[in-house]
Nanobody, 123 residues
Framework: QVQLVESGGELVQAGGSLRISCAAS????????MGWFRQAPGKEREFVAA????????SYADSVKGRFTISRDNAKNTVYLQMNSLKPEDTAVYYC????????????????WGQGTQVTVSS
């Protein structure tokens, strides 16, 4: 069982940077791959980034590749998403999620979800 709580979302100007966090509780955090998803108003939830349980492997959606970086600190039971060069189209509620296998990009493949944190990018 993994419980997830996101934080750090806020209003930021286009071109700016922001780091959001996801704190996990539960002893099995380090055995789970983690992912970040986002959902904009009126749109489906979409994959953003994923990281393997040990942090050695990462994957990104094309729309954020080169701008966003996912990382994790298993000692702190936390996963991060560093977002640079933010654009208004990055505005969304960002969710972290946990799954047993790395490389998954579908929401149905993730077992645990946080409540989300709002990121708003102004133009």
């Amino acid at each position: 069982q993994v419980q997830l709580v996101e934080s750090g979302g806020e209003l930021v100007q286009a071109g700016g940077s922001l780091r959001i966090s996801c704190a996990a509780s539960g002893r099995s955090f380090s055995s789970h791959a983690m992912g970040w998803f986002r959902q904009a108003p009126g749109k489906e939830r979409e994959f953003v980034a994923a990281i393997s349980w040990g942090g050695a492997r990462t994957s990104y959606a094309d729309s954020v590749k080169g701008r966003f970086t996912i990382s994790r600190d298993n000692a702190k039971n936390t996963v991060y998403l560093q977002m640079n060069s933010l654009k208004p189209e990055d505005t969304a509620v960002y969710y972290c999620a946990a799954t047993l296998s790395f490389g998954r990009t579908s929401t149905t493949q993730y077992d645990y979800w946080g409540q989300g944190t709002q990121v708003t990018v102004s133009s």
